[in-house]
């Protein structure tokens, strides 16, 4: 039986009131997600201070000038290339740093680190500064990697234009060795790693392509030359895997491989995900979903389900890292967030492959949304024992009275016919995109989540962030930033971190394996918790950071352990490494 | 004399909410089926669930009687669609929902009400929470046979309501002043015509502009509304071209937020003038 109505007046009254609150609850959570987004949650113990000029780094990057059919769009076009990547290029036992510059005849940089908190831009001397030339191309950025196993750190430059490769022949002299390798190639690409994918000791190459290698951007043929979707897109640029032959030279195997994706990626790391002692790939692609490319026994790779192919977004960045100190590989991957306009969210990819079959997302609040953001690293910066994440954002900074936003969204919602050709977007004049951004240094909390602590450990730059390296540069037990910002200066952020909390590094150098020891894993036991750090050949977004793998401890003054998985397959046990100090691992003769 | 019978004429009968249900339906299940366009079951289940159980719960409160449903199910299902928040947040799908069917009963003149509810419900959080939520974005890929099928079960659908001159007046003058625009800020026109095979400007023109409920009550009056509505939407776009600051909290959704100025503007003039009118609503059986 239905009971009667309450009286008139005070139903009206009931739906008035809860109507007014669910508004004013609107509000309030709307501002609550927004300062969760932005405010710290206490002092952290560590402070970064910009020190690039203090130690003589004054690399300022230079965006490509394009064919002028592109004008009306040309900025958001060209805002990429600005990159870092960091190696001890002499063996000296200091990190290097390399940056690269797009625009025809502005030189790369190539600083050497001298030993006593200074750096001295050597490129022109060694070969590897004036790479930027017309009919050749403009760099994107660049990767370092042993692969004549002579001991010393070979280079990689991609670029929008021809692929070059530098051989280190000692004494700071590198030597273009591109067409004897069988690389030269015109691709217009933003990312590459190196990777020994079949174990041979050997590390080949693979090289994503974004846009179309059919263009240059220098002659255009065509200007529909964009993406076909904005979540969809499979016309980008193919992505490539050179294996190593060990004779010098590589071999395209691209198709044999499986792994010629053209989803336009913007940015590769390889890592054995799945437990099974093969390095595995993980694309981040802009204007669509991520991939997971399983290597199934260096005979072929596997594009696999693993819970990302449904989450189309913008990938920026591919980085890795134990995030929960499970002993896991797992990725964080930037992508795009603007006020009113598009959440689409950082993605913090937890790696439940061996259990599940599949990654799990873990993005929220200050870890999700940064903006439009692009390069970022996992690294412990505190040396607490738990990773923080550094991440930089803006796309184009200009007028900052204007946005083009406004005008992006006209077509962003449209059918892909319209926005492939560049022509049908809007001019956009002096406007800025997603501009003026301050970069993000995230805390992990534990279950309360990330905070964000960048203004108050010093990070308080809006430069338009491109590339984010992790090194210990001064050689001091603790992790030091370098940015590399779009046609802005680059940033030292040197670290200082209280006295207190102890941390050991490893230095791995391949025998079986190749000599970078690019690839190989180090699990780490002390204190109770495990820590997963891979050696890297190339990650974030257009960077590579320091390969001395760095591990924070916190008070715990002993390592129980040091498991070493090496790319050749072999596996090295450190019992109890001293800590507070770096060591110099030589992976065991068979 | 005997009239020409179409031969969709069998939906005669049906309430007209039922056959909008099914072209919602239809775009619901081609997005998420090829594109995704959802971002996650759970937003549905929240939006849908709450839509429906405010209108029950309102409907028995106020008026002593359980509401059909249907217009709810629209309601929770545009919402769901069109509102694309930060990650993980579900409480604008729930707080909306709510506000969608509150606002019929807490927001009326003369005993109607006078927002399309998910217009009312989508405008208000796009202006009160934009560091929450933003508005559906996606497009239907590179796929215009998509496209066809929605735009013809559309017009199929919005003839078989009576309101395919509203459809047809709003989109006549979008693209007259798509045209007048790019002439007037040098911009490609292809550009301003863009948005009209997006998704999101096909749920605008076929379940929001075309509300029978909160459209006035005279075929001249409803097509002067929806070139009100463009016109409105033009000059807020206009605004967009010209960096005009003060009005930068419009320029994420200009159409649903042209309509949420001119539609309870329209509404309450016409109820003001003719107050006995038979709601058009009553017209279908």
Known sequence: ?590 | MTAVRAPWTWLGGLDPRYPVSFLITLILVLGEARYGILGGYDRLVTALGVSTATELVLSRLVRGRFANVASAYITGISLALLIKPRAGLLWPFALGGFIAIASKYALQYRGRHLWNPSNFAISLLVLAAPASVAVLSQQWGNDLATNAVIWCFGLLIASRVRMLHVTLTYVTCFLVLAALRSSISGGPLVAEIAPLTGPMYQLFIFFMVTDPKTTVSTVRGRVIVAAAVALVEAGIRLAGDWHVAALAPLYPAPPILALAIVGPLAKAIDLYATPSRTPIVQRFP
Do not use: C
């Not at chain 1, 004013?24 to 020190?51: C, E, K, M, Q, Y």
């Not at chain 1, 263009?215 to 030359?225: G, V, Y």
């Not at chain 1, 940015?483 to 940033?491: H, I, K, R, S, T």
């Not at chain 1, 180090?522 to 050696?535: D, M």
């Open chain 1, 1 to 590: 039986m239905i009971s009667p109505p309450p009286p008139r007046s005070w139903r009206r009254t009931a739906v008035a009131v809860s109507f007014l609150t669910a508004i004013v609850l609107v509000i309030v959570l709307n501002r609550r997600g927004d300062r969760a987004a932005g405010a710290g949650a206490g002092p952290p113990p560590f402070h970064f201070t910009d020190v690039a000029a203090q130690v003589g780094i004054s690399f300022v990057h230079h965006g490509p000038t394009l064919d002028p059919k592109l004008d009306n769009i040309a900025p958001l076009i060209g805002s990429l290339g600005a990159a870092v990547s960091v190696a001890d290029v002499n063996n000296d036992g200091w990190p290097d740093l390399y940056f690269t510059n797009s625009r025809f005849g502005y030189p790369n940089a190539l600083y050497l680190n001298r030993g006593d908190g200074t750096f001295v831009d050597v490129a022109a001397a060694a070969g590897v500064a004036n790479v930027n030339r017309r009919g050749e191309g403009v760099s994107m950025g660049a990767i370092w990697g042993d692969y004549d196993n002579d001991g010393l750190e070979d280079l990689l430059i991609y670029k929008w234009g021809y692929l070059q490769l530098f051989k280190n022949m000692g004494n700071l002299h590198f030597k273009d060795v591109t067409d004897a390798a069988g690389l030269r190639q015109w691709m217009n690409s933003n990312s590459a790693v190196w990777i020994d994918y079949d174990r041979d000791g050997l590390l080949d190459l693979y090289v994503t392509g974004y846009f179309r290698s059919d263009i240059d951007f220098w002659h255009l043929k065509t200007t529909r030359i964009m993406e076909n979707s904005f979540e969809f897109a499979t016309n980008g640029g193919k992505n490539r895997l050179f294996h190593n032959l060990g004779n010098g030279r590589f071999e395209d195997v691209t198709d044999r491989m499986g792994v010629g994706s053209t989803r336009w990626t913007l940015a590769v790391a390889a890592a054995d995900f799945n437990g099974d002692g093969w390095p595995d790939l993980f694309l981040a692609n802009d204007y669509g979903p991520e991939e997971l490319y399983l290597n199934d026994h260096g005979r072929r790779f596997i594009l696999s389900r693993v819970g990302l192919e449904s989450d189309s977004k913008s990938g920026m960045s591919a980085t890795l890292g134990d995030v929960l100190n499970r002993g896991r590989v797992d990725a964080f991957v930037t992508n795009i967030s603007e006020r009113g306009y598009l959440f689409h969210g950082n993605n913090l990819r937890l790696n439940f492959l061996p259990e599940l079959g599949r990654f799990q997302q873990a993005a929220e609040g200050a870890v999700a949304d940064a903006g439009w953001a692009w390069g970022a690293q996992l690294g412990d910066l505190d040396n607490d024992g738990r990773n923080e994440l550094f991440i930089v954002n803006g796309y184009v900074s200009r007028d900052r009275t204007q946005s083009y936003w406004y005008a992006m969204s006209k077509i962003a919602g449209a059918n892909g016919n319209v926005f492939e050709d560049a022509r049908s977007w809007p001019t956009i004049g002096t406007a800025s995109l997603s501009g003026y951004e301050r970069s993000r240094v995230l805390v992990s909390r534990g279950l309360a989540g990330w905070t964000d602590v960048a203004a108050a450990v010093g990070v308080t730059d809006e430069y338009d962030g491109r590339a984010v390296a992790l090194a210990d540069l001064f050689n001091r037990g603790v992790l030091d930033v370098v940015v590399a910002n779009q046609g802005q200066p680059a940033l030292v952020y040197k670290n200082s971190v209280p006295p207190g909390n102890h941390w050991v590094a490893f230095k791995l150098v391949g025998t079986r394996s190749n000599r970078s020891a690019i690839g190989a894993e180090v699990l780490l036991v002390a204190g109770g918790t495990r820590q997963l750090k891979v050696v890297d050949g190339g990650s974030g977004f257009a960077s590579q950071n320091d390969r001395r793998l760095h591990f924070g401890l916190g008070q715990t003054t002993q390592v129980d352990s040091a498991l070493i998985r090496w790319p050749s397959g072999g596996v090295q046990t450190l019992a109890h490494p001293a800590v507070d100090r770096l060591h110099v691992v030589t992976e065991p003769g068979p």
